[in-house]
């Protein structure tokens, strides 16, 4: 079990979430100041990825094993209340708080998921252009 919360890796910060709507979760963050995902470029690739293998550690950590069961995802903007990109983490996402499901939804304009990053490389391409990026 982590020891100690914030957990601090090498390019992320990871936090338990105040308002937590599932039984677990996690905010993981990343070091350098990136405002949304609007902001994510090509570059960031290697970090998102990083992002969600963390958090995916986290909550083997603590117990859970079913990752069909996990949601992971950023909320973009105008739908940010917090200005520094943050990936969350949520399990089981079966028990994600009713009141709160709409937040939380893949594939809305609310909640962006990179839970298919990991099984098709071409699907972050989607995910920035989804966020509007602009590739230059």
């Known amino acids: 079990m982590l020891p100690l919360w914030p957990l601090v890796m090498?390019?992320?910060?990871?936090l338990l979430d105040i308002?937590?709507?599932?039984?677990?979760h996690y905010l993981v963050i990343p070091r350098d100041h990136i405002?949304?995902?609007?902001?994510?470029?090509?570059?960031?690739?290697?970090?998102?990825?990083r992002m969600a293998k963390f958090g995916k550690e986290v909550l083997l950590d603590q117990g859970i094993t079913d990752m069909e069961n996990v949601r992971l995802g950023f909320h973009q903007p105008p739908f940010i209340s917090v200005g520094h990109l943050h990936l969350h983490v949520l399990a089981?996402?079966?028990?994600?708080?009713?009141?709160?499901?709409?937040?939380?939804t893949p594939g809305t304009d609310r909640f962006i998921t990179v839970r298919l990053a990991n099984k098709f490389s071409s699907y972050f391409i989607f995910f920035l252009y989804y966020c509007n990026v602009f590739f230059t």
Do not use: G
């Open 10 to 14: 090498s390019i992320t910060l990871i």
């Open 92 to 104: 089981p996402a079966s028990q994600i708080s009713t009141y709160m499901q709409h937040k939380f």
């Open 19 to 24: 308002d937590p709507v599932a039984p677990h």
């Open 35 to 49: 405002v949304s995902c609007k902001s994510l470029n090509r570059s960031h690739i290697d970090l998102v990825e």
